[in-house]
T-cell receptor, first 112, second 116 residues
């Protein structure tokens, strides 16, 4: 069965630190990878998409993809209390259905 | 303008009733989805529609039926509601990539369904 695994946390980091969120997936043929942020009571919103091996940076966020090891990570630099949320990893598995499978999410707490 | 909208935002109803949730997207996307998010925050796919055709249906009870009158709308109808149906239901839309794969999804605000 194709799965997306995340540590549920909570991951607690001090303000200004780097938060590192990890996600592993079971299908080596996966092509599309996404990180979403979800605040309590709100809908998921896209942080980053990544499609090829390596790093992709956008402001304080960096996504890292390693298809050989089947993991994708999200780094948040200079973490702020407003980054406190649940971070969802989503992967589109091979097979042509184009339906992202979500991990259970990692709860991040950034304390002042 | 709201990209993906859902109505109603809250729905409280009795067991055994039938209810519908509506979803509309104005992004011109070709694929729409329904997700169920339970109390443990796990986001589980229920249905996906591409160009008005159901392309996958996970192990969802047949009390749930998606209806897509056109590419911009995907409604969810639920018959004979049960206590376990209480959850937040999210609609989402996306666009397939020409080169293969999928662009990001845009989510609606969610509908919190409570079955008493």
């Amino acid at each position: 069965q194709k799965e997306v695994e995340q540590n549920s946390g909570p991951l607690s980091v001090p303000e200004g630190a780097i938060a590192s969120l990890n996600c592993t997936y079971s299908d080596r043929g996966s092509q599309s990878f996404f990180w979403y942020r979800q605040y309590s009571g709100k809908s998921p919103e896209l942080i980053m998409s990544i499609y090829s091996n390596g790093d992709k940076e956008d402001g304080r966020f960096t996504a890292q993809l390693n298809k050989a090891s089947q993991y994708v990570s999200l780094l948040i630099r200079d973490s702020q209390p407003s980054d406190s949320a649940t971070y969802l990893c989503a992967v589109v598995f091979s097979g042509g259905s184009y339906i992202p499978t979500f991990g259970r999410g990692t709860s991040l707490i950034v304390h002042p | 303008d709201t990209a993906v909208s859902q109505t109603p935002k809250y729905l409280v109803t009795q067991m055994g009733n039938d209810k519908s949730i509506k979803c509309e997207q104005n992004l011109g996307h070709d694929t729409m989805y329904w997700y169920k998010q339970d109390s443990k925050k796990f986001l589980k796919i229920m249905f996906s529609y591409n160009n008005k055709e159901l392309i996958i249906n996970e192990t969802v009870p047949n009390r749930f039926s998606p209806k897509s009158p056109d590419k911009a709308h995907l409604n969810l109808h639920i018959n004979s509601l049960e206590l376990g149906d209480s959850a937040v239901y999210f609609c989402a839309s996306s666009q397939l990539k020409v080169s293969g794969g999928l662009n990001e999804q845009f989510f609606g605000p969610g509908t919190r369904l409570t079955v008493l």
